[in-house]
């Protein structure tokens, strides 16, 4: 079992930065894969970042490559998501996400169904 908590989310102008992280319990935090979805008021929710698969490589969304970075601290069973240029529409709940399934080759990490465990939540709020 992993819990997840995320924290870091506020308010912040457009053109800003902020650092979300997610604290994991579990001992075998490096073997999972991490991510970042999030949910817009009245939208879907959406793929953000995702990193820890087999091959070792990140993944992005169109929508925030170039301006946020997924990374993560195994010594202390923490992942991070770095936002930069920070946009009105990345306003939204942002949710760390946890995969049992890191080794497996055919399937997809951009979809919620990917992942056994999520966080509560933390919402940014970009103001134009």
């Known amino acids: 079992q992993v819990q997840l908590v995320e924290s870091g989310g506020g308010l912040v102008q457009a053109g800003g930065s902020l650092r979300l992280s997610c604290a994991a319990s579990g001992r075998t935090f490096s073997s999972y894969a991490m991510g970042w979805f999030r949910q817009a008021p009245g939208k879907e929710r959406e793929f953000v970042a995702t990193s820890g698969w087999i091959g070792g490589s990140t993944n992005y969304a169109d929508s925030v490559k170039g301006r946020f970075t997924i990374s993560r601290d195994n010594a202390k069973n923490t992942v991070y998501l770095q936002m930069n240029s920070l946009k009105p529409e990345d306003t939204a709940v942002y949710y760390c996400?946890?995969?049992?399934?890191?080794?497996?080759?055919?399937?997809?990490?951009?979809?919620?169904?990917?992942?056994?465990?999520w966080g509560q939540g933390t919402q940014v709020t970009v103001s134009s």
């Open positions: 996400v946890a995969s049992s399934k890191a080794s497996r080759t055919y399937i997809s990490r951009r979809v919620s169904t990917s992942y056994d465990y």
